[in-house]
Each structure stands twice: as C-alpha cells, then as structure tokens.
C-alpha cells in the first residue's frame, strides 16, 4: 500500500467490539438505488426487470466465509436487500429501527455492485445506516469506486493502450476522499481473490483499513456459483431462474467503456460443466430454467463452445434451458454461430452495435467492417427465432440528427429490440481519464451518470439537439409498423409473446415513466420521507404535513402518467389485433369438461382459458331444470345459475365475435387528424365539429376495447399462471 494509504485515518468505530459483548452480527447487503429527479425522490417499484448478478455473488461468498470460520457464541444472520425494489426499500428502514438500540448488535453494512449513478444514494445509505446504529462497519464496492481508482490513482498499464494518461499517485480522487471521510471501507477487486476474507477478518477484529485493493484478477474457473437470497426472485417481471457470469473481461479496447478497467481485458472463465450443473439442479427444483448470462462478452471466452455444448446436450436429455447473453456482432465471423446459440437454448442476444455511422469508426477496415457484421448478425438470429437486442450509444463525435435517423431506421429494419444510450464519460474509462487530465469541466453530481442524459458538450450537435436525436431514436425504433412486422416475422406463437412483453415493458419504460428500461420496473412507487439530501424542495407549502404532500404529489405524477397510458394502450390495442395472436391463442384451444364447478378458480379457468366446451354447462342446466318447484322456494339453485349464465354471454361473445374486425384504420386515421390540431381545438370554433364526431368515435373504441378484453383476457390469465 502506498504512503498516502498508510497515512489515511483509519474510521474511528472504537475499540474491539467483540470485547464489548457482541452477540450477534447482522450482515445487511444492500443494493443501491438512484434518484430519479431533481426532487432527490428515489427510484423504487414493486417488481424490476434485471435482477442483481453481484447481490448474489456476495450473499454467497459471505455465507461461505461464515460457514468455514464459525464464531463461537456469535449468531450471524445474512439480509439482502435491493433497495429499488419497494418491500426491501421500506424493510431496510424498519431493520434500522430495530437494530438501532442493539449493543450487542455488530452491523456490517455492504454496498454491493455500485455503478456510479449509485454512488450519490449508496453514500446516503450508509449515512443513514451509521445514524442509526452504534456498532456498525460499511463497506462500498463496484464498478465505481474500483474504476476511479483505477484509472485515476492506481494506473492502467497496457501494452495496447500506451495513450493511456498516466495516473496521479499524489492524490486519492476526490469522490474516494469523501467515502473515507464518512467512514466508509472501499474494496478495490473481485471478492473471490485474497482481500475480501482479510477484510472481513479485519472487520471482526475491529481495526479495517480505509481501501483494500487486489490487482490480480482472480480464476473464477472453480469459484463459488452464486446463490439467490430466498424470495428474491420472485420480486421480478418474468420467471428468471438464474443469472451468473460464465466469464469475466472483453479484450476490446473502448476508450467509452469502464468494464475492461475494472474486470481486465484477459478473459477468464468459469467451468463450464460447473454452470450446465447448477442449471440441471435448477430444472429440478422449478421444472424449466430461464438463466440471464451476465458476462462482459460471452463469445470471447475460451471454452464458450464447452459451455455451449453441454447446454445443448442438456436440452437433448430434456432438460427445458433457455438463455439469455450478450455478444458481439463480430460473432458472426465464426461459421454457424446462430445454429450453435439455437441448439443451446439461446433465446435474446443482447449485440454492442454501438453505431451504423462507418464515420465514427478509426478508419481501420477491421472496424468499419463491423457495421456490416451487425447487420448479418441479426440477419442470422432472425432465421433461428432468436430475438436480437441491439445495444447502441448516441452521440458519438460524428453523429448528427440526420445521420442518426438514417441509421435508427437501418437497425429497426433488422434487429427486434433496442436500448440506446447517451454518450457518456464515465468513470473509470479512458475517456473519463483524459477528461481529467486535461481539465475538461465534468458534471460533479455523480447520480446522472447514468448514460440516460447528456452530460457534456457534443461536437455537432446543441444540448437540446442531442436530446431531440435521442427522444427520435425511440419513436422511430418503436413505431406500431416496426413492432407489428417484427412480431409477424417470428416463427413461433412463444416467441411472438416473447417479443411483444419485451415491446410493452421497453415502451412502458420509456414513455410513461421516463425511465431507461434497464432499471425500471413494474409498480412505481415514492417514498417522501428518504428524499435526498440538499434536494430541491416540492412544490407545495412548507407548513403541509408530509401525508398530505404525498397524496397530492403522487395524484399529481400519476395523473401525469395517464396521457401516455392511454396512447400506449391504443398502440398496443393496434399492434396486438393486427398480428392476430389472440386468434393464434384461441385456436385449436378446446376440451372436454364435465364434471362440476368446483371454485372460483375453477370458473374463471372454464369461462375466460381455453374452451371446456358445452358438456358442464348443459348437464347443470338439465339439473336446473328438473328442480321444477322447488325453484320457487331453493334460492341455492338460482345462486348456482348466476357463474353459469355469466359464462354463457362470455362464451357467446367469444363465438360469435371476430377479433380481426375490431381494427377500424379511418378511426386511426381521426385521431390522428384530431390531435393534430392541438391547441386550436380549443380556440377555434368550428372545432365543435370535430369534439362532436369523437364522442361516438370514442365509445366505438370503447365498445371495442371490451370485445378485445374477451379475447385477450385467456392470454392474460395463462401468462400469470405460468408466472
């Protein structure tokens, strides 16, 4: 360690606490949130989509660590908790509450993964945490925190990379200062090499050092596989089973990007008879498995033909593996790549396309050749029914609104999906360390690093031209022509499912909550008692109670939400009916049922899941029936025949409705002439015209909406059972 480290202030949590009656260690491992405006009101929804690789990692590494070094007369208990997610949000306030007053209480509060958007609310975290309780250690780890010292402190020595700007040993970064100054432990490293069990014997000793960094990158090759904390899962949108890192490390040498500063470019692997296991004991326990790979770059790992084998020999045994995974284009160059991702159960592949803009290229033919080799890429996952993802970036230097357009419409004719992203100096990249150096003013508020706004001046284009661009991008990718026509092109009804959630939560995302799919999620909520620090006060009188401030704020955001709500589901209402899956859904779909109702459960999947046929409903009404007069005084029968007529008209409108009618394109075509005027609907007076043909218009689509409910709803309903 160098002499600056040696001379930082070791944090004054007291003497050895184990000399002061500790009994029990409570390990609270916690992922951070953001915030999402400028209000400080943190990001929070009932269900997310992505779940945490490096929560996972660490509850297993620390159940480890414990179970081979027992503490004699010390309970340990391990408490995970995402603190995007609303039940493990409030439940973190409730455990510091409860652990507040505990003496003998050890906390050891670890802020896992931390991005850099995440640093600002994992700093208030810890705050908040040390507040609340005497004995307590924090600890701070991830991409942030590692990739500014990193670049910025330790040095990056690559051969391939000698413009590298040379780091500055003089000084600790100034966000890394802050952290020690609040007394909060940094972990510099993979926490399966040597420092993570010296730091937490440290901590058990009570005497930790301010950073502990580890240089060398770990073999993973045997390295525990991680374990979800129990009930985790179920607090996401689909049934994701699993999702671990094969691999760690891409060998490219992206100047955006910080993951290869961090994780190194040498990639490294781990066993991939170890990963098809624990996916086969998976299949065991759940029946199937749908297993989210989280690697750098799945393609460039050694045994990646190992890995992919065994998944497709286990698919022959019967075992139901579906993957997801994240490649680069250049995979197309290896002959059969798409047969190959096919056979293993490959069912999104998530593409760094970056850009279509051959300008923003070096020059080199290698590179400008990748343009073409994301194109043939998709081409080729397309001809397999592999949903392609394309992940691209958005202001590069020589990127304008024309140019971004042209290429937007380019990759929406050959790829399913997209997430865009803003040009960003991250930290811990190499443009971030030349921003540095050369004394390029950054933004210092770490919460919008996110690669969701732009943060820095563009070479062509204005602040406000760049956010146009962006905005642009995604209506023109998401349009209601594209989307139909990609769902139309799958070769299967689960994968036009697929392709059709993927559509609605992405949209969701972006147009109503204003958010990047990535970390969004379904079920927003607020919490206005743990805003942000030093955040802009809302806008209402200070001398209102918190309650009410709250119920007027979220009407308010809420109420704003319902615009983009309402055209999101005529553009849905338009893509679902024009793709005919409902009809897919229906066909073929009846049996034979005779026996009684037995529930409620029992009715809804009779009357709106696939046909029971008419067997159960006439042997009840022959018994109806005969009950002659005994119905005069038997209220029982009349009681038993309501479930029975309901499905009767349910089934009738089932019958005798056609779902394709239900499309009616002029009445498109007046809404959009409708909105079309905007403001001149209210001050020009022969618009009365216009708001009196809505009023029949509207009830039409209304009239419709719950015919497409009859035939929808079975979709709906065999979707959450599944779930």
């Keep these: 360690m160098t002499e600056q480290l040696l001379a930082c202030e070791t944090p004054r949590f007291g003497a050895n606490l184990f000399k002061r009656g500790i009994r029990k260690i409570i390990v609270v491992l916690t992922r951070p949130s953001s915030y999402l405006d400028d209000y400080g009101m943190v990001r929070i929804f009932d269900r997310t989509y992505i779940p945490s690789n490096s929560l996972a990692v660490m509850y297993t590494l620390f159940k480890q660590f414990f179970a081979s070094h027992p503490l004699p007369g010390v309970n340990v208990e391990i408490i995970t908790l995402d603190d995007a997610i609303t039940e493990n949000h409030f439940a973190m306030h409730r455990l510091m509450r409860r652990l507040g ?23 208030d975290i810890a705050r908040q945490w040390q507040n609340a309780c005497k004995n307590i250690f924090a600890i701070i780890g991830g991409f942030a925190v590692s990739g500014l010292l990193r670049t910025l402190y330790w040095g990056i020595e690559d051969s391939q990379r000698p413009d590298f700007p040379e780091a500055n040993r003089a000084a600790l970064p100034p966000e890394i200062q802050t952290l020690i100054q609040q007394n909060i432990i940094i972990f510099d490293g993979e926490a399966e090499g040597t420092e993570f069990p010296r730091l937490v014997g440290d901590i058990l000793k009570g ?8 240089p060398d990158m770990p073999d993973i090759t045997n390295a525990p596989l991680p374990e979800y904390p129990p009930d985790y899962l179920r607090h996401l949108v689909g049934k994701i089973h699993s999702a671990l890192e094969p691999s760690r490390g891409c060998p490219f040498t992206c100047k955006f990007c910080s993951i290869i500063n961090f994780r190194g470019r040498t990639v490294r692997a781990r066993d991939p008879a170890l990963v098809v296991n624990h ?3 998976l299949c065991r326990r759940y029946g199937n498995v749908y297993a989210f790979l989280t690697e750098d770059n799945g393609i460039r790992n050694k045994q990646w033909r190992m890995l992919y084998g065994l998944l497709a020999e286990a698919r022959r045994e019967g075992y139901d593996i579906t993957v997801t995974t994240e490649i680069d284009v250049k995979a197309i160059r290896i002959p059969g790549i798409a047969e190959i991702l096919k056979e293993a159960g490959f069912v999104q592949v998530f593409a760094g396309v970056e850009s279509l803009n051959e300008n923003n290229y070096d020059g080199e033919d290698i590179e400008k050749s990748s343009v073409n080799d994301a194109v043939r890429f998709a081409r080729a996952l397309h001809e397999v029914d592999i949903q392609s993802h394309a992940g691209y970036i958005i202001g590069f230097e020589n990127d304008t609104k024309e140019s971004i357009v042209k290429d937007v419409v380019r990759l929406s004719e050959h ?3 997209a997430s865009f992203f803003y040009l960003t100096i991250l930290p811990g990249s ?11 003013e950054l933004d210092p508020d770490f919460n919008w690093y ?6 820095h001046t563009h070479a062509t284009m204005s602040h406000d031209e760049w956010i146009e661009a962006y905005d642009k991008a995604w209506e023109i990718f998401y349009r209601p022509e594209k989307m139909i026509r990609s769902i139309k092109e799958k070769h299967t009804l689960s994968r036009k499912l697929a392709l059709l959630g993927n559509y609605f ?7 109503v909550h204003k958010i990047h799919p990535m970390i969004c999620g379904f079920g927003q909520r607020w919490d206005y008692r743990d805003r942000r620090p030093g955040a802009k006060p809302l806008p209402y009188p200070r001398w209102m109670p918190v309650w009410c401030v709250a119920s007027i704020d979220k009407a308010r955001r809420k109420l704003r939400m319902l615009r983009p709500f309402v055209r999101e589901f005529f553009i849905f209402r338009r893509v679902i009916l024009e793709t005919d899956i409902v009809s897919l859904l229906l066909q073929d779909k009846r049996r034979d049922v005779n026996e009684d109702l037995r529930n409620f459960w029992d009715w809804t999947r009779r009357t709106f899941g696939v046909h029971a046929g008419r067997a159960w409903l006439n042997a009840f009404w022959t018994r109806y029936a005969g009950q002659r007069h005994r119905l005069a005084w038997d209220i029982t029968w009349h009681l038993r025949a309501i479930p029975h007529a309901l499905t009767e008209i349910i089934y009738w409108l089932r019958e005798t409705l056609d779902p394709r009618s239900i499309h ?3 009445i498109s075509d007046f809404w959009a002439a409708y909105r079309k005027r905007g403001w001149r609907l209210l001050t020009n007076p022969w618009s009365i015209g216009m708001h009196l043909l809505a009023l029949p218009l509207f009830l039409t689509e209304f009239f419709d909406f719950l015919k497409y409910i009859a035939y929808a709803f079975p979709m709906v309903l065999r979707k959450v059972k599944r779930v």
């Design 415 to 417: 790829y399913d999906i």
């Design 279 to 281: 996916f086969k004991e």
């Design 664 to 666: 009616h394109p002029w």
């Design 430 to 440: 190499q443009d971030h360390a030349e921003a540095v150096r050369n004394g390029v």
């Design 101 to 123: 007053n505990k003496d003998d209480h050890l906390v050891i509060l670890g802020l896992i993964g931390v991005q850099t958007h995440e640093m600002p609310r994992a700093r």
């Design 505 to 511: 939560l992405w949209r969701k995302a972006h147009f």
């Design 450 to 455: 996110n690669s969701f706004k732009p943060l």
């Design 207 to 214: 005497s930790p050092s301010a950073i502990y960094y580890d």
